[in-house]
């Protein structure tokens, strides 16, 4: 897949005083920093109300990738949200990328920038976060309103322009960006002296009544071909047009796609009416080879449906079984007829080099038949042209001799 939608986070632990902690695991357990429960994919974190940290809960983050500021610093987490209309009023989670000193030098935290996502109406609404007094208002004019369920990317981005630390942070919903702080400066970091690098990327304040849930990665796509028929996808762009037009789904949901073809014996009696009143109308001569249909299920994880049509028309190849000998003097023509919602069309078809097989781009999946012709080869036109020069060239000729006659008599009554 030319674009990977499962992007895998690193998931680890700092060390704190309180317990002696994995360094790339979850907080488990019950205590000051939480709790962290992990189930398919999705890692539930809850705080523990009335304690001094409310329910810190560190990870995932990045540390041990050893990120500078100097060579740009992206991290990120994606929130699940399943339950929106639920989720009580006021609820509310912190979260944040803290950077420090490389751990060659004082392994200090330098910074963070802290952003809240709070239910208020019907939405989780997206602010700067209130964890860090000093940093409390750092993008007054940023907010995001989350007002559907789905998986949501926050992402933070530090670099260095003209020798000063910025930071912009996004919120994205799939490739969209639903909110931006854009390009703000961090005053406090001396980039010219400082060797700057991600400390943690961790839950604060955590006050959810169901927790907060993180995905370890974004949805992913998975297809699968089940080929009981000489018909296969040839189409190098097949998982691009599947992608595209699966996109509203993938944003939120794993999803498994299986594409089948099989071939048919038993067609229904008005199927066959219907291609055979269709070759009438395209070619007398033709014949119909055989019936085959191809099927597009989607599975999305709560319910599977099929997949009729696609944004964009995808190639497919048919193998070509053995067939009469064409005849002396004719030519063969191969094309396929699709039915699909009551109405057949024809669509053309190209034979490879090799005179194996025959491929055909389609958008929509149904049934087809895959039809050939032997049409009688005409003289060929050039035989007409070649007559028709000659005469030309014979009336030219006669006028050229007429005219020098013409001239050569004019010359010798002037003489006289």
Known sequence: MKKLWSILLTLAMMTVSLTNVDARTWQTGNGAFGTAKTEDNVTTLTGTPGSEFEGQ??????????????????????????????????????????????AEKTDKQLTERVVMAQKIGDALVVTHGNNSPELTGWAPNFKVEIKENGVYTFQWNYFVENKKAYVNFKVLHGDSVLGETGKLEMPE?????????????????????DGVKVREELPSLEIKEEDKTDVTVSDKNFVDVIEDTLKNVLVDKDVNVTLTTRALEDVEET??????????????????????????????GEKSYPLTELNKGITLTVALPELPKVAKGYTRSYYILREHNGKVEKLDATTSKDG?????????????????ADTKITKNPETLDGISNFVVLGFVSVIMVVSAAMFLNKNKQHTN
């Open 57 to 102: 809960v560190v990870g995932p983050y990045s540390k041990d990738s050893k990120a500078k500021l100097s060579d740009e610093i992206k991290e990120e987490v994606y929130i699940l949200i399943d339950n929106l209309e639920s989720i009580p009023e006021q609820d509310l989670f912190e979260v944040t990328v803290s950077l420090d000193e490389s």
């Open 189 to 209: 970091i001396d980039v010219a002296n400082t060797d700057v690098q991600v400390r943690s990327l961790w839950f604060t304040n955590i006050k959810m009544q």
């Open 271 to 300: 199927t066959v009416q219907d291609f055979e009143q269709s070759l009438e109308v395209t070619s007398k001569e033709a014949k119909i080879v055989n019936y085959f249909d191809i099927s597009i299920l989607v599975n999305d």
């Open 356 to 372: 194996k097989s025959v491929s055909f781009v389609s958008n929509q999946f149904s049934t087809y038949a895959l039809v050939y």
